[in-house]
């Protein structure tokens, strides 16, 4: 079994961000990726090199063919003789060049698109692994689209270095070790300083030019971030009408994308110009040697051909080479930003010798836990509570009291400040994240689907599960019946973001879900608050029976789901100021009991009013 590097995290600058990437950094990362194939990659080197081989052996034979053709006056009959040994040498070296390049092809195919696959791979598990806080921060249209152009990099860097870079460079070692042997040190001069030039002059205007790439890539991800946020969000846009006012939006990050894109092209036509100028001045020299050398019969026809052939060889390629530097640039440049994702450090990582948990009663303790998204704003404030085994307990208090924040916890998206959190004794640092996440089943108030199927939304609670045991979870959930009436069944699509169906049809889906997991432990986390008092009552028991002899967590904003708790716990700004069953409670007549008159003079208005109505 093959083993990919493990890239090493970078060192964090800033808010959480990663330092910049050297060119070089951003190498030394993708080399290993490509030497898994060694074997591989030192054949299709060996081709490289044989390809080149043939491809300066042409001139060579072109000479001696012009030789042998040219009537001196040591061959006044040299037009009578076919050299037919010369000609099959010229095909085979022409075929040579091609059997050559096309065998490298073959040979690296493999390891670019393995590359590929792999880095897509890892970046893809590794923002998975990532810490919740990131997934708040982030920009999906713009991280999308940085992870597209680095993953297509890859194969373009390699494709621009080794079948286009790397082949120049051993012709051009070849031809001038040639020219200086057999010919005029100026040819030597001439060739190389021209060279020098060209390379200095791409180079060096290229990266003058990298700056309106890099920022045409900054304006294309805003643009495309503000399109994909703006579709995800179609309904709000359509309901406050301002279609005009997203269209100006877009059209604003365009515009910024559209003059870097100008600049960005100017200054390519100044560097086509002065390539051109270079190599034009340079072959020009390089002729007017040589037809001084025929003349005064220090060199032959075939020589002229010879250097003019290896001109025109070496130019060609480099004509090229301010688009390909521009390319290499580029390709770096969206590997760089594709790297970094991978250098995000993972804020919850398993702990080195983490084992599975062992979960026998699946009793839940909160042990003084103190918790805060930021240094400056404390959550959670010396939390402490057990939910024994197969019991409920429920936790209320108002907006912002810090009750959604205990699932993320229990959940471990995020590590406590100070105190522990354990399982059966457990504590959740010393687990696995995969073992505690599989005995833990949530059903949330926002239940959000994935765009497929009715069928493959249940089934994603159990990956693989057969046909018979999703239907049984939707029985269970009470949402079978429905699911039947529809015209395409199990097989209905959901649309983007559960959409196409009601809040109640979405938390069925999410019972089902959560059924088929079978999970130890139990969180609904304000599972009905945003259904209407039919649908909850409905939904509510469904819950209390998938909750029975189950270990629960129940986050409640309405204190009527919660009244047959085991154990209610009354958060206040991240403080727990009472506990106890409903009754008791009530008659502490301290502030759950004033919440409780509250709601359910809240609902006698509502009775009343439908009454009236």
Same mark, same amino acid.
């Given at each position: ?12 600058? #800033?808010? *959480? ?6 060119? %070089?950094?951003? =190498?030394? &990362? $993708?080399?290993?990726?490509?030497? @898994? ?115 297509? #990099?890859? *194969? ?6 080794? %079948?286009?870079? =790397?082949? &120049? $460079?051993?012709?051009?070692?070849? @031809? ?438």
């Amino acid at each position: 079994m093959r083993r990919y590097p493990d890239t090493p995290p970078a060192p964090v600058s #800033g808010a *959480g961000k990663p330092a910049a990437r050297s060119d %070089f950094a951003t =190498l030394t &990362t $993708l080399l290993p990726y490509l030497w @898994v194939y060694k074997w591989r990659v030192l054949l299709a080197l060996l081709c490289l090199v044989g390809a080149k081989l043939a491809n300066v052996g042409v001139p060579l034979v072109l000479k001696q063919l012009v030789d042998a053709m040219s009537i001196t006056p040591a061959h006044p009959q040299a037009m009578l003789v076919l050299p037919l040994g010369i000609l099959v040498a010229y095909g085979a070296l022409r075929l040579s060049t091609t059997v050559f390049t096309e065998l490298r092809e073959f040979l690296f195919a493999r390891v670019t698109q393995r590359a590929v696959r792999t880095i897509a791979l890892k970046v893809f598990r590794h923002l998975h692994a990532l810490s919740l806080r990131f997934h708040l921060n982030r920009q999906t249209g713009g991280m999308t689209r940085d992870i597209e152009r680095g993953t297509r #990099g890859v *194969g373009s860097l390699i494709s621009y270095t080794l %079948f286009n870079i =790397l082949p &120049t $460079l051993v012709e051009i070692s070849l @031809v001038l070790g040639y020219l200086a042997t057999h010919y005029d040190i100026w040819f030597t001069v001439i060739t190389g300083v021209a060279l020098a030039l060209y390379i200095v002059f791409t180079v060096t205007v290229t990266d003058w030019r990298t700056h309106f790439r890099r920022t045409m890539n900054d304006l294309d991800s805003k643009a495309n971030t503000k399109a994909i946020d703006s579709l995800i969000n179609y309904e709000t846009v359509k309901y406050f009408g301002n279609e005009d006012y997203e269209a100006q939006r877009y059209d604003e990050g365009l515009k910024r994308y559209e003059t870097a894109a100008v600049k960005s092209q100017t200054s390519l036509s100044v560097l086509n110009t002065g390539q051109s100028l270079i190599i034009a001045t340079a072959v020009t020299l390089i002729l007017w040697r040589a037809t001084a050398g025929v003349i005064d019969a220090s060199m032959t026809l075939g020589d002229l051909v010879l250097v003019n052939a290896f001109m025109i060889q070496l130019y060609i390629p480099l004509n090229f080479l301010g688009v390909i530097y521009r390319e290499i640039k580029q390709s770096l440049a969206d590997m760089e930003r594709l790297f970094s994702l991978l250098d995000q450090n993972r804020e919850i990582a398993d702990a080195p010798q983490a084992r599975a948990l062992a979960a026998g009663g699946a009793e839940v303790r909160f042990a003084h836990v103190d918790f805060s998204y930021e240094a400056n704003r404390k959550i959670l404030f010396d939390i402490d509570f057990t939910i024994a085994a197969g019991t409920t307990t429920a936790v209320v208090g108002h907006s912002g009291s810090g009750k959604s924040t205990l699932a993320r916890l229990l959940f471990r998206f995020y590590e406590v400040n100070s105190g522990a959190i354990t399982i059966d004794g457990q504590d959740l640092r010393a687990l696995t994240q995969a073992s505690l996440r599989g005995a833990i089943g949530i059903v949330p108030q926002d239940t959000v689907l994935f765009n497929d199927t009715i069928e493959y939304n249940i089934g994603y609670g159990k990956p693989g599960a057969s046909k018979d045991d999703i239907v049984a979870a939707a029985k269970a959930a009470s949402i079978h019946d429905f699911i039947e009436s529809l015209p395409d069944g199990y097989a209905s699509m959901v649309g983007e973001r559960g959409l196409k169906l009601s809040g109640g049809e979405k938390q069925r889906v999410a019972i089902a879900r959560t059924l088929l997991k079978n999970p130890a432990i139990l969180i609904f986390d304000e599972a009905t608050s945003a259904l209407d008092s039919k649908a909850e009552q409905a939904i509510q028991a469904q819950l209390q029976d998938i909750a029975r002899n189950r270990t629960t967590l129940v986050i409640a904003h309405r204190l009527s789901t919660v009244a047959d708790a085991e154990q209610i716990l009354v958060l206040e700004h991240g403080r727990i100021v009472e506990r106890g069953s409903h009754p008791a409670l009530l008659a502490a007549n301290g502030l759950y009991a004033q919440m409780w008159q509250r709601q359910q003079a809240r609902q006698d208005e509502e009775v009343s009013g439908a009454e009236a109505a």
